[in-house]
């Protein structure tokens, strides 16, 4: 017999608190801030490369399959353009994480319709991505920790000391809920269409209600949980230099 030991923590090592997990998760979370201390929503979510690598197969897909209803050419062509953002980030030897996810979701899509055999599935596996951030939002607001607070907290050197204010810890778990709305938005708009064969519709429903939507609630989310005592000025204290 091979003797087995349970693993315990060397010496000098514990397991994170909850603060050090916030504090991982905020740093993580890739929200920029300019130095006028407003969030900067288009460099967030990767500038205008970003914003084009995010929108540009989806609309391929979409553009090919309604002119040609050929099925297999739209897939192909969709997934070509994310590998090509992928090739070319590599080449540059640049970031290539959003790229990469991009290029996954991408052909996520692909088998899903292809298996199928309906264009409209394409679009299956965004209905499950929202379901699980929405409700992992929604979660984290149960348990009093709304994520946008762990977020913005971080963002705004307040790490998690704003939950023991009752003002900043309801104004975090309002705008952890504009969040949640984008993610519920997408399926009440995007659903319907969906069991109406309306491939059209849902497309463009799915590329306005992309990345542009989450920007837009991801600045709500940061306006309204401006703290208090800014709220009367036009712009959140400077980053510190």
Known sequence: MSDSTPNTPEPGEHAPSAEEIAARIGANAGIERREDGQIDVLKTIGGVRGLIESLLPGLVFLGIFTTSQQLNI????????????????????????????????????????????????????????????????????????????????????ENTEWRADKVRARQYAWATWIVVGVFAARLLVQVPLYFADNVAALGAARLAMGVPLYAAGLWIAWMISRPVKNITQTTEPPLNT
């Open 74 to 157: 739209a897939l192909i062509s969709s997934v070509a353009v994310a590998v090509g953002f992928t090739v070319a980030r590599l080449v540059r030897r640049s970031t290539l994480t959003q790229a990469l996810t991009g290029l996954v979701g991408v052909v996520i899509c692909a088998i899903f319709s292809r298996v199928s055999g309906e264009a409209k599935d394409y679009y299956v596996p965004g209905f499950y991505t929202n379901i699980a951030y929405g409700a992992g939002l929604i979660i984290s607001i149960l348990v009093r920790w709304p994520l946008m607070g762990v977020i913005f907290g971080f963002i705004r050197s």
